[in-house]
Nanobody, 121 residues
Framework: VQLQASGGGLVQAGGSLRLSCAAS????????RGWFRQAPGREREFVAA????????YYADSVKGRFTISRDNAKNMVYLQMNSLKPEDTAVYYC???????????????WGQGTLVTVSS
């Protein structure tokens, strides 16, 4: 069972990136999916979550209106579209899967390796 995040990179402030999270080893269509991030020297924080059917989404206040989480259950994928990026969005971004839609990291059972997003000013 593996989750693999990709799509990170270096972008200027105001730019956009789209992160992807691929799942393998099992289907996560019945799992809620989430994105978290961890900046250097800081604790991991919640970014966004989406319910298994995609009907419910949650966002951290810091990204609301700029980031959009979506999923494609047929492809076992989840995405994070990040627009209007700011230097403070710089972090390693992790995707995760949980049986319940949650903002709490410890409630996620599966985690992927992160992808680094660097936003220059």
């Amino acid at each position: 069972v593996q989750l693999q995040a990709s799509g990170g990179g270096l972008v200027q402030a105001g730019g956009s990136l789209r992160l992807s999270c691929a799942a393998s080893g099992r289907t996560f269509s019945s799992y809620a999916r989430g994105w978290f991030r961890q900046a250097p020297g800081r604790e991991r924080e919640f970014v966004a979550a989406i319910s298994w059917a995609g009907g419910t989404t949650y966002y951290a206040d810091s990204v609301k209106g700029r980031f959009t989480i979506s999923r494609d259950n047929a492809k076992n994928m989840v995405y994070l579209q990040m627009n209007s990026l700011k230097p403070e969005d710089t972090a390693v971004y992790y995707c995760a899967a949980s049986t319940g839609t949650s903002r709490v990291g410890r409630e996620y059972e599966y985690w992927g390796q992160g992808t680094l997003v660097t936003v220059s000013s």
